[in-house]
Structures are given as structure tokens and as C-alpha cells.
């Protein structure tokens, strides 16, 4: 195919070469399957509730606009958040993205000095590649929610006294593949299918001031489908701008599992001496078939661009209230625990000049806002009550974000594709509407890289 003085030629030795590009890194997808299922990624007393955190992944680029998505339609970067975006890819190029981010966790309850905590994670894979004209599709690993926490705190009974510790571990993790269709001009539908799936334990352990330490531990597994749909429309102002509206639905999710609590009785904390053989089993008994719930999530955004700006809004909604959880595992009501969550995102990217030589001018400068509210509620002690304030008080919080970001660009001169180094830089404050809860202050660095090339054709100049 002749096109511009050059002819694009397909060669059976370079599809065998993406090939094995593509099955490598698919391999690699599958590894980090693993690793990103295995990281706690959280030091939240938060995070023993429901779920945990939820993590809401987005890309580099996007985190660093507040975290809009929803309306972002762009060929040189992947947007799961809206599958009706995978569309926009052309027909030659293939994009490899992924992502990492250390954190830093502050969080002052009144009483205690700040304790500052640290956590270092794989954010993100994600790959998308064209199927056939107008025709997109992705897949990639995501985070969907991350426990990790390590409290305790001293009690009485009866005037005496002794030490309970609370500990848990997990998360989930998904699976997705998506597909995009543009059926008509400026008008593009889409849709993911993932495979959510993750292990959580919780214990919580009792050491006296005498006698033997107690642990309470329930372990479950959850595996299940879930799907979303997405839909972008696209209106041109002129060559250069554009205003583009998408929305996004997921339905509830209904799950099953197996939950094991355990209660055992050892010499000593068995968290300080790993390895340790429980002196009696009290009690192995399996809840069976539990009911597990997720919301349905409704979003919907808007972005205005042209070819050096772009500036967006989003907001999400999400029906928590009521839905199922065993009452065995924080000991809340179905009233109580969670709140119907919704979520504000605003952003803006600007670049200088995208076809300038210089460097600096290429460079995307990026920031925004963010604003939500907690999903789940907390029991909260009161602490000047130490024999009758265990789980006085019903307290949630608010979280309140800013983000700002560099896309770096590197551009391949032999392809004149533009793949880009995205770094950003967040802080995040949890908020408490509740006397004795936890405020936490969080500051993240991120990483993400984003490749851009040729996939199954190969330039020659005639």
C-alpha cells in the first residue's frame, strides 16, 4: 500500500516478531497477575472495613488531571475507565502502559504522636491494540480495593486489663478485556468484562496480662464476572476543537463465598513468632454460601480540547446503601454500613506547542481536584471510655485530593510515534466527621510509562 512517497509492506518474518512480542507480554501480564494480587499496598485502619480502600485506578495521565476519565478520548493512551474510548486507536499502533507509585501515610488521632507509614506499589498493566478500523480493544490488571492494617489498643473487663490487636490482609484484584466499536462518526460504544478476584484474612488477638493469646481469624475468597459499559459522543467545534461526553454504567454484582473463621489459642502473639502451633482449636466452623454485594456505579464526564488544551470534569455515583455483607466480619447492620458513595474529578493538560522541536514545549503539564466520600462507616471507641466505649460511635469520612503531573514525551523518529514518561505527584486528606477517628494524610509519587509503536506493519521508503 502506497501512501506519502513510502509503502507500508507487510512482512510474515515481522508478524512472527510481534507475535512473540505479544506473547511476551502476555507472560508478563500473567506475572504480574501474581504480584499485584499478593501486595497489600495499604497501612489504613480504614482498610478492615467492607472491602477495604477502594482504589479506583486510572492512568498516569489521568490521575494527574484529578482523575478525569470518563470523557477522555485520546489515541495515545489507554482509558479502561470508559471502554467506548478503545475506538480511537488507528489501525497501526499498539500501546503498552503501566504504572507504579510509592506513598506516604501520616495519620493523627488526637491522642498518639503522627505515625507515618510507607507503601510501595504496581498500580497498573494495560495493553490496547487495534482489531479493525474503528474497532479497538484493551485488556490489562487493575487493583479494585486493598486491605492492610496492623492496631491495637488496651482494654479492662472486670478490672483487668489486656492488649487486642487487630490485623488483615488482601484485596481484590481484576482481570479485564475490552472491546470498543465507533458505528457512527463521533459516536463510539464499549464494553469491559473483568475477572474480580482476591483472599482476605482479618484476626483479631487477645493477649492477657496471663494465660494463654486468643486469635480469632476468618478467611474467604472471592471470585466472580463483572462487566461495564461505556459510550463516548464526540462534537467537533473545528479541525482543532472538540467537546466529548461520555458515560459509563456497571451493574451490581452478586456474589457467593466461603467464610472460615477460626478461633485458636497460642503460648504467645503468634504474629511475633511466625510459624507458631496453636496449643487448641476451638472452633473451624465455615459460613457457607455468605452473600457478598457490589453497587451498581454510574458516571458520567465531559472534556473540551483543542490541540494544545484540554480540560474535563467527571462524577461518579455509587449505590452501596443496604447492600449484602456478613454481619461476622465487622459486626455492623446492613443499616449502618455502608453509604451510598459519590466522587468529583476535575482536570486540565496543557501543552505549549505539540509540534515544536523543543523539548520543554512538548512537555503536557498537568493538574487537578478531586473530592468523595467514604463508602463504608467505622466503628469508633471512644477512648476516655475504656470499659464501656468499644464501639460507641458510627463515624465515616470525607477525602479531599490534589494532583499535578509532567507526560514527558520520547519520540521514536524512524515510526514518529510519541510514547511518554508520565510522572505525578498527589496528596490526598481523609477526613473524619467523627471525635477519635484517624485523619490521614497521604502523598504519593507515581510513574507510569507509556509505549506507543507500530504492531504489525513495517515503514519502507521506496
Excluded: C
Excluded at 511518554?420 to 490526598?428: D, E, P, Q, S, V
Amino acid at each position: 500500500m502506497k501512501q506519502g512517497g513510502y509503502e507500508l509492506v507487510i512482512y510474515p518474518k515481522q508478524m512472527n516478531i510481534r507475535k512473540k512480542r505479544f506473547s511476551l507480554l502476555i507472560a508478563f501480564l500473567s506475572i504480574t497477575t501474581v504480584i499485584l494480587a499478593q501486595q497489600v499496598g495499604s497501612n489504613s485502619p480504614y482498610s478492615r472495613y467492607g472491602y477495604g480502600l477502594l482504589m479506583n485506578p486510572v492512568s498516569g495521565a489521568s490521575e494527574a488531571m484529578g482523575g478525569i476519565s470518563y470523557g477522555v478520548r485520546r489515541s495515545q493512551e489507554v482509558n479502561w475507565t470508559n471502554p467506548a474510548s478503545y475506538s480511537k486507536l488507528d489501525t497501526l499502533t499498539f500501546i503498552f502502559d503501566f504504572g507504579i507509585s510509592g506513598h506516604l501515610a501520616r495519620m493523627k488521632d488526637g491522642v498518639n504522636e503522627p505515625g507515618d507509614f510507607y507503601n510501595g506499589n504496581l498500580d497498573y498493566v494495560a495493553m490496547q491494540f487495534p482489531i479493525f478500523r474503528k474497532v479497538g480493544a484493551s485488556i490489562g490488571l487493575l487493583p479494585y480495593s486493598k486491605m492492610g492494617y496492623n492496631f491495637g489498643d488496651r482494654r479492662s473487663v472486670s478490672n483487668t486489663w489486656y492488649d487486642e490487636h487487630y490485623r488483615g490482609t488482601g484485596g481484590l484484584s481484576q482481570i479485564y478485556g475490552g472491546i470498543a466499536w465507533e458505528p457512527i462518526k463521533n459516536i463510539s460504544i464499549g464494553a469491559n468484562l473483568s475477572y474480580l478476584f482476591g483472599n482476605f484474612s482479618r484476626s483479631s488477638v487477645v493477649i492477657p496480662s496471663a494465660g494463654l493469646v486468643g486469635e480469632t481469624k476468618y478467611g474467604y475468597s472471592f471470585r466472580e464476572l463483572k462487566y461495564d459499559l461505556g459510550v463516548q459522543f464526540t462534537y467537533p467545534i473545528d479541525k482543532t476543537r472538540s467537546v466529548t461526553i461520555g458515560a459509563v454504567y456497571s451493574p451490581q454484582l452478586n456474589a457467593r463465598a466461603d467464610v472460615n473463621p477460626t478461633e485458636m489459642l497460642y503460648t504467645s502473639d503468634p504474629y511475633n513468632t511466625p510459624g507458631l502451633t496453636p496449643s487448641q482449636i476451638l472452633k473451624t466452623d465455615t459460613l457457607r454460601n455468605a452473600s457478598f454485594q457490589l453497587p451498581h456505579t454510574f458516571g458520567a464526564g465531559i472534556t473540551y480540547s483543542t490541540g494544545r488544551f484540554l480540560v474535563g470534569l467527571d462524577g461518579t455515583y455509587q449505590l452501596w446503601k443496604n447492600l449484602d455483607y456478613p454481619d461476622l466480619l465487622d459486626n455492623l447492620s446492613s443499616e449502618n454500613r455502608f453509604n451510598n458513595a459519590f466522587r468529583i474529578n476535575a482536570g486540565m493538560e496543557y501543552i505549549i506547542d505539540p509540534m515544536s522541536q523543543n523539548f520543554f514545549h512538548r512537555i503536557r503539564f498537568r493538574g487537578g481536584l478531586s473530592y468523595s466520600n467514604s463508602y463504608s462507616n467505622f466503628s469508633v471507641n471512644d477512648p476516655t471510655d475504656p470499659v464501656n466505649g468499644i464501639g460507641k460511635y458510627i463515624g465515616t469520612f470525607n477525602e479531599y485530593g490534589i494532583n499535578v503531573g509532567l507526560g514527558l514525551p520520547l519520540r521514536d523518529y524512524m515510526s514518529g510515534h510519541v510514547s511518554m514518561l508520565n510522572i505525578g505527584f498527589g496528596y490526598t486528606r481523609q477526613q473524619p466527621n467523627t471525635d477519635y477517628m484517624i485523619s490521614q494524610d497521604m502523598f504519593k509519587i507515581s510513574v507510569n510509562m507509556n509505549i506507543n509503536e507500530f504492531w504489525f506493519f513495517k515503514r519502507q521508503f521506496n
